[in-house]
């Protein structure tokens, strides 16, 4: 018997297969790598665009930002605009230079918990361009003192701020952006002293993005002995039964000017505080700690404390950069330039001219 005849009309129609549904990959940052990632706090002086280059020629591969001035409210119904092109123009540029987290460092004016009528509106409406500006910005965090109850309950000053920031995250497309409450320096009324405060405000917003900041010098101020392993297990048990670590999402790395317990927060440069380089080691090299974006908010006295700063931290992390810093070619790796040139058989200029200098 002659074999049926496959019809040539039945073609094969590839969609006729069964497909499973393709799975969509979490969408993860570019900066999400596993690696280290130290930054800086960078000026937005002039034209937002040239903070990335800052902190790119600091050698710093994440950095923050205010995205606006920090001390003055923005005045009329621009206060959460940041206009298109400039925007845009700044997200391409930080995705070139592969710098990330961006944080955004909120208005120092905004005080969610203020019992003054004028005030609480006032700071609602400059949290929420906060939000709408950063969200521009393609920014990953946004940096938020709690605020202070002057006066007020403890408790009554946590709910006003959790009613303050479902008010201020109404109709914002977040976009993968996080709040981050920071933790104080215990200074007034300030609330976020303790990580247990931080937390009831984060209990009270479930439907919010929200997360920590952990500030070295304010867990210091509060009392937090950092400069012994001991006071840093306390601070870390501290933040786990309560917000959880994994709730912490940015360090703030910052020695204190003033000593433990003051309640005073004064940021100095990294080992030229009380808290001293050494804990500043452990911090960074902390297992627990792995994977947060270590981010300074050092003084700049003298030219050239930034980078100093930067540079310190990478070292602290086992990477050391040359003094001029140059990250013309991306990013520091712990391999030496003159190394890896060796290694690809090639040379350095140093040692062109080196070997010219044996020719003669
Ligand atoms: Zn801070
Ligand atoms: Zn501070």
């Known amino acids: 018997m002659e074999e049926p005849q496959h019809s040539s009309t039945q073609a094969y129609v590839p969609s006729d297969e069964y497909r499973p549904e393709p799975v969509t990959k979490p969408l993860l940052p570019a900066w999400m790598d596993g690696s280290i990632r130290i930054g800086i706090h960078t000026s937005i002086a002039g034209d937002i665009t040239s903070s990335l280059e800052i902190a790119h020629s600091l050698c710093a591969n994440a950095l923050q930002i205010f995205s606006a001035s920090p001390r003055m409210w923005s005045r009329g119904p621009s206060g959460s605009n940041v206009a298109d092109a400039g925007a845009q123009r700044f997200r391409d540029r930080r995705v070139e230079l592969g710098l990330g987290p961006l ?12 019992p003054e009528r004028v005030l609480r509106v006032r700071s609602i409406q400059a949290f929420h361009d906060e939000l709408v500006r950063a969200a521009a910005l393609g920014a990953d965090f946004l940096v938020a003192h709690p605020g202070c109850g002057k006066g007020a309950r403890m408790s009554s000053a946590i709910a006003a701020i959790a009613d303050g920031l479902k008010q201020a995250a109404r109709g914002v497309n977040f976009n993968g952006l996080r709040i981050l ?128 700063n930067v540079h310190l931290l990478w070292r602290l992390v086992g990477i050391t950069l040359k003094r001029t810093g140059n990250v013309a070619d991306g990013f520091p790796v712990r391999r030496s330039k003159r190394k890896a040139a060796k290694k690809r058989g090639g040379t350095t200029s140093a040692r062109r001219v080196k070997a010219k200098r044996h020719k003669r």
């Open 103 to 114: 944080v955004v460092h909120g208005n120092y004016l905004i005080n969610l918990a203020s």
């Open 181 to 308: 409450l920071e933790n104080t320096a215990g200074q007034g009324t300030s609330v976020g002293s303790r990580f247990a405060e931080l937390q009831s405000i984060l209990d009270l917003c479930p439907d919010i993005p929200l997360g920590v900041c952990v500030d070295t010098a304010h867990l210091f101020a509060v009392g937090h002995d950092l400069c012994r392993p001991a006071g840093l297990e306390g601070a870390l048990k501290e933040i786990e039964q309560t917000v959880g670590l994994e709730r912490v999402f940015v360090v703030h790395v910052n020695d204190s000017k003033a000593a433990m317990g003051s309640r005073v927060d004064r940021h100095e440069h990294i080992g030229k505080g009380k808290i001293g380089v050494e804990a500043f080691r452990r911090i960074l090299n902390h297992p627990l700690l792995a994977g947060r974006a270590f981010i300074l908010e050092t003084p700049i006295d003298r030219p050239g404390d930034d980078r100093r």
